[in-house]
């Protein structure tokens, strides 16, 4: 007796190869019918035996699928129609609207194995891909996903490659940006002035010119990098000089899994995220060695590793068996350049480019991320992780818009329970970045088909994200309190509704008293926060000025504790002290003149950082904070002591002994790794003692960690451990980002539940 069964599949199942692979498992289990994309996702029917249908079912729902992200099955039963064979059909085009579009995907071994074989016609051709791998996200122009809208739509396919493309049993059915050395995109090299260099093979000059020293701008899916031999001392500091680029660490690619292990420690997990579909910028601990220049990565104990993604970085580094600096190709703080028009902007710093004629629709960084405590913990989530959509507990009615914060922007689309985080937008600190955010918010609405009815926002009143968003019309504005955002964002990254203690340790986040907070704990559920205790308000003079030059920080503190008699204090800080300076700022503290009060975690580390000589003015964003957790010596068990001030209700926790201790460390000579352990011992102790409290006050055993600060992983892993050995349930990012980078996912879940009763 035959039965025939209609299942629809929704998610993530379109441009990665799902129909085949359907067509695939409906043959193993003798089944007729058909398969199609269509608006909803992926529609079947399949008729057979019912033996033979359950277990097709089965395997559908257990997914083996690598890429497919299903969201949900449907399956009914119904009369058999008759169908003596099983094909794939023509997609039902017409409103394919918000069917997810993929993000990319690196290089698979299939089309590897033909990249690299003499006798294959596309051997080393450096666009191959297939259904399984490829660019798609960062090609596409409009939906649905099809060849004419993307950025391969000048390319004609040859006859060959449309035979593949048309062939339901190829692995190159339907891949939109299918192509060959006949028919598809491209190499050429350039000058630095931007003019065609001849060669028979652009590939094996490129890997003259790595050999020779020079710095070469490579056209990537996302953006361009630039590439330099990291061995090399001279080309390393090169690319730092032109780029005034003086510490912050430049991510290399390594050919292969081995060579990674030869210059950074690697366990299981990190191997299978540095091997990975999404291919993410991993942070790996170094190994003593000598095959990087010490520029590359200077005072860090993490090296930042990646492997090939496309056949074009492939054939870089096999050829030339180099480990290459990849850095994003940007100006100082712009975003990284992806047009081919503005590539002459980076003339003054690569010696070469090596492009190519498929254009770029969307600007997309690498990912960073790494290993901690067995999983995955995103620090950028972009290329190859968006536009995938995140799985919300919740089900909302109303479309949610949120703009992220200016720093490290990010925004966010909420449809239903998915939660629709963009790539990474970047500082919005020009006008390039500010556009990429209107232009990306755009593309995702039209993308996703999602109109939103309400936009959330930060509260801080001059961020240009705000402002944005506060020019939004015919949208309920909502604005959400920074920290307040971040633990509600580490709730959903780990799919929690109960009420939690939050601790935000940040950077900088406004207040809704109008200071600075940063170092707060909450007592918080998707409707409210309660701010219990924090960081006592100590000086921020001059804003902006004061987070770039820690310094001014820690002389503001040591005026606060020690009035003037800080200038007696017989410490190198006051010897080195810049007297002129400090009485203007001194004054701006006594006038309350461009003033701000700060509690935030993130600049009493810079201001520690200075204090004890580690780092006084920064080069990149919390460089002082990152230096003084790259010094701290795990062996040293001591901690300060902290008092605590009953405030309106809150607890504020002092720091006047815990500076006035480090003070008599230092003129005892105590070694700055052992102070700075025994610092990050306190804060560790403040996060538990004030957990404790919130505990025994509310009757709350769960904690939610987020903010900029927890990027710190001796802190982090410090604090979680003291949580979890006295009995709380400790939250921790992984999803999304601890940074500001997370924080639209906070901010759209709490607007959706308070723009209810549509929520
Ligand atoms: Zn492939
Ligand atoms: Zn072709
Ligand atoms: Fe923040």
């Known amino acids: 007796m035959k039965n025939r069964m209609i299942i629809n599949i929704r998610g993530v199942v379109q441009g990665i190869g799902f129909r085949p692979y359907i067509y695939a498992l409906a043959k193993k289990h003798h089944l007729a019918g058909f398969v199609l994309n269509n608006s909803e996702g992926v529609y ?23 890429q497919a992200d299903i969201f949900d099955i449907k399956s009914e039963r119904v009369v058999q129609a008759g169908y003596t064979r099983f094909d794939i059909r023509e997609s039902q085009l017409k409103d394919i609207k918000s069917v997810p579009v993929s993000a990319e995907l690196s290089t698979c071994d299939e089309c590897l194995t033909e990249l690299l074989d003499p006798a294959d016609r596309r051997y080393g051709y450096p666009f191959i891909n297939c259904t399984n791998c490829g660019p798609r996200f960062t090609i596409v122009r409009d939906i649905p996903y099809d060849r004419k809208k993307t950025t391969m739509s000048k390319f004609k396919m040859c006859e060959k490659c449309f035979e593949e493309y048309e062939n339901p049993s190829d692995r190159r059915f339907h891949a939109q940006p299918n192509a060959c050395n006949e028919c598809g995109p491209q190499l050429a090299i350039l000058s630095s002035e931007g003019r065609e260099i001849k060669v028979d093979d652009v590939i094996i000059e490129a890997v003259r010119l790595l050999k020779d020293g020079h710095i070469i701008a490579v056209k990537g899916l996302g953006g ?20 005034y680029r003086e510490y912050k660490p430049f991510a290399i690619m390594v050919r292969d899994i081995a060579t990674a292990n030869e210059i950074c420690h690697l366990n299981r997990e990190e191997e299978d995220l540095l091997k990975g579909v999404k291919r993410p910028i991993v942070l790996l601990s170094k190994r003593d060695n000598n095959y990087i220049a010490g520029d590359v990565a200077p005072n860090q104990r993490y090296l930042g590793v990646m492997l090939p993604y496309t056949p074009l970085h492939y054939l870089l580094l096999e050829k030339s068996g180099l480990i290459l600096v990849m850095t994003s190709a940007n100006i100082s703080t712009e975003p990284i350049v992806y047009e081919d028009a503005a590539v002459s902007r980076l003339r003054n710093i690569a010696d070469f480019y090596v492009v190519h004629n498929r254009e770029i629709q969307i600007r997309t960084d690498d990912s960073v991320s790494r290993i901690w405590n067995g999983k ?6 972009s290329r190859g992780y968006a536009p995938l959509p995140l799985n919300i507990k919740k089900t909302f009615r109303n479309h949610i818009l949120s703009c992220g914060t200016d720093l490290k922007n990010v925004f966010c689309l909420v449809k239903e329970n998915h939660a629709y985080m963009s790539h990474h937008i970047g500082d919005l600190d020009n006008v390039e970045t500010m556009i990429s955010l209107e232009n990306g918010i755009n593309h995702f609405k039209r993308m996703f088909d999602i109109e939103p009815a309400v936009v959330a926002y930060d509260l801080h009143p001059n ?12 949208m309920r504005q909502i604005g959400i309190q920074h920290h307040y955002a971040h633990i509600v964002s580490c709730m959903a990254d780990n799919e929690i509704e109960e009420q939690v203690i939050g601790i935000a340790f940040d ?9 600075i907070w940063g170092g707060e704990f909450f007592l918080c559920d998707y409707e409210h926060f309660d701010r219990q205790a924090h960081i006592e308000y100590f000086p921020l003079p001059g804003g902006d000025n004061a987070i770039a030059e820690p310094w001014r920080i820690t002389a ?12 007696n204090l017989d410490i190198d800080f006051i010897k080195q002290l810049d007297t002129d300076k400090w009485m203007v700022i001194k004054h701006m503290i006594e006038k309350n003149i461009n003033l701000s009060l700060t509690s935030s975690m993130g600049r009493l580390f810079d201001a520690v950082s200075a204090l004890i000589g580690v780092r006084r ?12 957790e790259m010094i701290a010596d795990s062996d040293e068990s001591g901690e300060y002591t902290y008092d605590l001030k009953e405030c309106d209700g809150r607890k504020e926790i002092l720091l006047a002994d815990l500076i006035k201790e480090i003070v008599v460390d230092i003129t005892s000579g105590i070694g700055t790794e052992k102070i700075s352990a025994k610092f990050h011992n306190t804060i560790s102790k403040i996060a538990l ?10 009757g709350i055993n769960s904690v939610a960690l987020s903010g900029g600060v927890f990027q710190n992983i001796f802190l982090l892993d410090m604090i979680h451990k003291r949580l979890t050995e006295n009995g709380f349930n400790v939250y921790t990012h992984h999803r999304v980002p601890t940074n500001d980078g997370g924080i639209a996912l906070g901010q759209a879940i709490i607007a959706s539940i308070s723009s209810k009763p549509d929520g």
Request: net charge neutral; aromatic share 10%; glycine share 6%.
């Open 44 to 66: 079947i029917e399949v008729e057979g035996n019912d033996f033979n249908i359950n277990n097709f079912l089965i395997a559908v729902k257990n997914n083996e699928h690598p």
């Open 224 to 243: 361009y990098h630039l590439a330099c031999d990291a061995s090399s001392q001279d080309a390393v500091s090169k690319l730092r000089s032109r780029k």
């Open 376 to 381: 995955e913990m995103l620090i950028r989530r």
């Open 463 to 474: 961020y240009i994200s705000s402002k944005y968003a506060r020019s939004l019309k015919n």
């Open 507 to 515: 950077g900088t986040g406004y207040g809704i008293d109008g200071n």
């Open 556 to 567: 503001s503190l040591l005026y606060k504790i020690y009035g003037d008699d800080m200038m």
């Open 617 to 628: 003015i920064i080069y990149y964003e919390a460089q002082a904070a990152i230096e003084l």
């Open 689 to 698: 003692d004030m957990s404790i409290y919130i505990r025994e006050l509310k």
